[in-house]
């Protein structure tokens, strides 16, 4: 009786392999289900067999019990199993790893100067505005004032959070760690923003002050740079327009688009050669020698859509810019908020803020409208 059943069992399986050749998905699962209860099957006849001591009258091997119970496992993992000679099994297979996107966090973030003040509310930085000049007087004349003037930026806390939700099955079924990508999204998220901030804080309550905003009153806007297109002579302008009159700095970093890196790279003289020198090494690089950071908050020169009086880029030493943490980044994670819908819910925050803390520490360019007609 438990020979003829082995028989039959082998026989249909060497059908089945014939018939997945043409068969549909929805039929192969069906018959992948099929394959795994003959195979238990077969399993429990060979167990008898042995106890019965009539092993050796089976129509297959004795290993084959062993075989049997490996293709059993293999079909429940899911893997490409042989069930006969002539066909082969074809289930889905899922990668272990993540494949990441493009870079979306300029190092901005990275380059200004960072105070750590856990449990503040807020944080004032003096500056310097200038000195006094000597002058001349008569014998027994009143010397002149000449003291140095100072003034304040004040850092106030803000409050920036992400959230992100990914469900039970998304944890623990797939090979891959969707859970720590979920975690790893919402402190680049964090990151994202206060990289962006850290240009285009409007300085309202509750916001960083940005480089660009009216509220950082540490810059003079009256030396904002006007420029209507990126030429030969565009950084020696931005370079020479920035700094006091005594002296060029150099060690200053030019903030700018990638479209404008790109017009940069680009620009020829009239014989072909490059009129800039760039090298690129990711989010940073130089161009003749000068340091760049890529940031995509600012807006670029080169697009024609870019409105006249919109910052594009800032120029100065990025210690001039000051960021304040006033707590650590808290990442938590929940499963009672959507316990019903078996989602999970991640949140992180973080309290900071920043502020322009130098008189004029950074140079504006704007873009500037083109004459009319193009001269």
Same mark, same amino acid.
Request: include cysteine.
């Given at each position: 009786?438990?020979?003829?059943?082995?028989?039959?069992?082998?026989?249909?399986?060497?059908?089945?392999?014939?018939?997945?050749?043409? @068969?549909?998905?929805? =039929?192969?699962?069906?018959?992948?289900?099929?394959? $795994?209860?003959?195979?238990?099957?077969?399993?429990?006849?060979?167990?008898?067999?042995?106890?019965?001591?009539?092993?050796?009258? @089976?129509?297959?091997?004795?290993?084959?019990?062993?075989?049997?119970?490996?293709?059993?496992?293999?079909?429940?993992?899911?893997?490409?199993?042989?069930?006969?000679?002539?066909?082969? *099994?074809?289930?889905?297979?899922?990668?272990?790893?993540?494949?990441?996107?493009?870079?979306?966090?300029?190092?901005?973030?990275?380059?200004?100067?960072?105070?750590?003040?856990?449990?503040? $509310?807020?944080?004032?930085?003096?500056? *310097?505005?200038?000195?006094?000049?000597?002058?001349?007087?008569?014998?027994?004349?009143?010397?002149?004032?000449?003291?140095?003037?100072?003034?304040?930026?004040?850092?106030?806390?803000?409050?920036?959070?992400?959230?992100?939700?990914?469900?039970?099955?998304?944890?623990?079924?797939?090979?891959?760690?969707?859970?720590?990508?979920? $975690?790893?999204?919402? =402190?680049?998220?964090?990151?994202?923003?206060?990289?962006?901030?850290?240009?285009?804080?409007?300085?309202?309550?509750?916001?960083?002050?940005?480089?660009?905003?009216?509220?950082?009153?540490?810059?003079?806007?009256?030396? &904002?740079?006007?420029?209507?297109?990126?030429?030969?002579?565009?950084?020696?302008?931005?370079?020479?327009?920035?700094?006091?009159?005594?002296?060029?700095?150099?060690?200053?970093?030019?903030?700018?688009?990638? &479209?404008? *890196?790109?017009?940069?790279?680009?620009?020829?003289?009239?014989?072909?050669?490059?009129?800039?020198?760039?090298? @690129?090494?990711?989010?940073?690089?130089?161009?003749?020698?000068?340091?760049?950071?890529?940031?995509?908050?600012?807006?670029?020169?080169?697009?024609?859509?870019?409105?006249?009086?919109?910052?594009?880029?800032?120029?100065?030493?990025?210690?001039?810019?000051?960021?304040?943490?006033?707590?650590? *980044?808290?990442?938590?994670?929940?499963?009672?908020?959507?316990?019903? $819908?078996?989602?999970?819910?991640?949140?992180?925050?973080?309290?900071?803020?920043?502020?322009?803390? @130098?008189?004029?520490?950074?140079?504006?360019?704007?873009?500037?409208?083109?004459?009319?007609?193009?001269?």
């Amino acid at each position: 009786m438990y020979q003829k059943r082995l028989s039959e069992i082998k026989e249909r399986k060497a059908a089945i392999a014939k018939e997945i050749e043409v @068969a549909d998905e929805a =039929r192969i699962a069906e018959l992948e289900t099929e394959v $795994e209860q003959l195979n238990t099957e077969e399993a429990q006849l060979r167990k008898k067999l042995d106890l019965s001591g009539r092993i050796g009258a @089976a129509v297959e091997k004795p290993e084959a019990k062993d075989e049997a119970e490996a293709r059993g496992r293999a079909l429940k993992e899911m893997r490409s199993v042989k069930i006969a000679t002539t066909g082969i *099994l074809l289930p889905a297979h899922q990668a272990t790893d993540i494949k990441p996107s493009f870079n979306e966090v300029s190092t901005l973030i990275d380059r200004v100067n960072t105070r750590y003040l856990p449990g503040g $509310e807020s944080f004032d930085q003096p500056y *310097l505005t200038g000195y006094g000049t000597g002058d001349y007087t008569a014998e027994d004349g009143t010397p002149p004032t000449a003291e140095p003037g100072f003034d304040y930026a004040t850092i106030t806390k803000t409050k920036i959070v992400a959230y992100a939700e990914d469900s039970e099955e998304l944890e623990k079924l797939p090979a891959a760690d969707y859970a720590s990508e979920v $975690e790893r999204g919402i =402190r680049i998220a964090i990151r994202k923003k206060i990289t962006k901030e850290i240009l285009v804080g409007d300085g309202n309550a509750g916001h960083f002050v940005g480089i660009f905003s009216p509220n950082a009153t540490a810059i003079d806007s009256n030396t &904002d740079l006007s420029i209507t297109a990126i030429d030969k002579d565009t950084l020696d302008n931005i370079i020479y327009s920035y700094g006091g009159p005594e002296d060029v700095e150099d060690v200053a970093v030019l903030v700018l688009n990638k &479209d404008d *890196l790109k017009t940069f790279a680009m620009l020829r003289h009239a014989d072909g050669r490059k009129v800039y020198e760039v090298i @690129a090494r990711g989010n940073v690089g130089t161009i003749n020698g000068v340091p760049y950071i890529i940031n995509s908050a600012c807006n670029a020169v080169s697009n024609p859509s870019t409105i006249a009086g919109s910052y594009c880029m800032c120029y100065g030493p990025l210690a001039n810019y000051t960021m304040a943490i006033f707590s650590d *980044l808290e990442i938590a994670r929940s499963t009672d908020y959507k316990f019903k $819908e078996g989602m999970i819910a991640h949140r992180g925050v973080i309290f900071a803020g920043g502020n322009v803390t @130098a008189k004029n520490g950074f140079l504006r360019i704007k873009k500037k409208a083109a004459p009319v007609g193009g001269g």
